[in-house]
């Protein structure tokens, strides 16, 4: 049997991790930016994966094609045993010249302030969305939520204090495999030179607190309207604003997002029972 390897990505590829609809904008519109873009994941906020399953059987033709994780999944499982050999298939998928392949994710992010209300919210929002992510000026909730298997993002808006991110927080991140969404778009949309400067000050705090302890980190643009998206590598250039290398930030446009994405596809698979067993139906 051939022994597992270290997979790494297609460093072409690049997800959004953020996006909101409003009455203007589908998620054909998205779509069909991210595909000059060379952005192959697409995560939709506020969306649940049933309304997903639904918009994309009724996008029309288009020089690309539209699928949802499941779908690449159900294609995956049978010949790939391991989470690791199933990203794997992923990125294959993606980068294929003949599929032209967009893969349309859900998310919701959870603004609760204390820990019953947070519980609570992920009660109701239980298997209805691919990711969850947090974001609260609670310092408290913020360590809890470093710990919990249900919550994969804690997202930072640049405009937020730099107090939020401590020391004990950088290093349960980083134990507990969870990720900072750290979100750009403010850097783009500043009205003044003040705010910018105010901006800038801030995400460099925080980075720089982030980087010193290796915690993951993933960049979004948080796009409004899809003339607001940006490709990996752009997203790579911005983030240099903030004192992030170009060399550290490899990961952080799709790597992180396709592995929770695919981690989190299998447990929200009808035959997941834990981490390393399946139902076998059939």
Sequence with gaps: MQKDKDFSFNTSSSSENFISLDQTNSIETFCEIANQLSVSVLFFEDITISERNTMIL??????????????????????????????????????????????VATRKTLFESTKDELMRALSKNRRQYEIISVNTNNKDLLKWVAHDRRLDYISIDLRSKPSIIDNALCSLVKQNSKCFEIILSPLLLSDNNKDFSSIIRTGKKIMKLILSYNAPFIFTMCPQTPMQMRSGKLLRYIGELLGVPFNKSKLAVFDYQLSTLVDNTVKLHENYVFKGVKEVIG
């Design 58 to 103: 009724n996008i029309e033709s288009r020089p690309y094609n539209v699928f949802s994780p499941s779908f690449v999944y159900e294609q995956l499982k049978n010949e790939h045993t391991s989470n690791e050999r199933i990203k794997d298939g992923f990125n294959k998928f993606l980068i294929a010249k003949e599929n032209n392949s967009i893969i």
